[in-house]
């Protein structure tokens, strides 16, 4: 039961990131201009900030069921007022810089995610075939 509970988890925690990073990239397109480029970069500092927050996941290592769950709260107050943010700081001339500090913000939260729920998965159960569906529901 708990190996299918974290299953679902997966799929619930990897879609609001990639959620976010769109919201992100079309504020900045909107605020911003040039939609292909503000796409291509939010994507590139998404990416290279997860491979951040899967290094800094090694650093975590005790309580790490209640420190996902605060992990998950945290990404979700950080992204839901993400585009609200972008637009409240427009007018100041700080939306390049908050569109880029939020993008790494999120992209090292996301990062840190899978290895933790890995880890717990590894405590739990089986960990070769645990891998495999993680990364595949990822």
Do not use: Q
């Amino acid at each position: 039961m708990f190996r299918l509970v974290l299953y679902i988890s997966i799929i619930f925690i990897a879609l609001p990131g990639i959620v976010y990073e769109l919201i992100i990239a079309t504020s900045a397109s909107y605020l911003l201009g040039n939609s292909i480029y503000h796409f291509s970069i939010t994507i590139g500092i998404y990416m290279s900030a997860m491979g951040i927050g899967a290094w800094i996941s090694k650093k975590i290592v005790a309580d790490l069921l209640n420190k996902f769950i605060y992990l998950e709260i945290f990404i979700s107050i950080i992204g839901g007022f993400s585009a609200m943010l972008m637009y409240a700081t427009y007018s100041y001339g700080y939306s390049n810089v908050v569109f880029f500090g939020i993008t790494i913000i999120i992209g090292i939260l996301v990062g840190i995610e899978l290895p933790i729920l890995m880890r717990i998965m590894k405590e739990e159960c089986d960990f070769k075939s645990s891998v495999a569906d993680a990364l595949s529901l990822d």
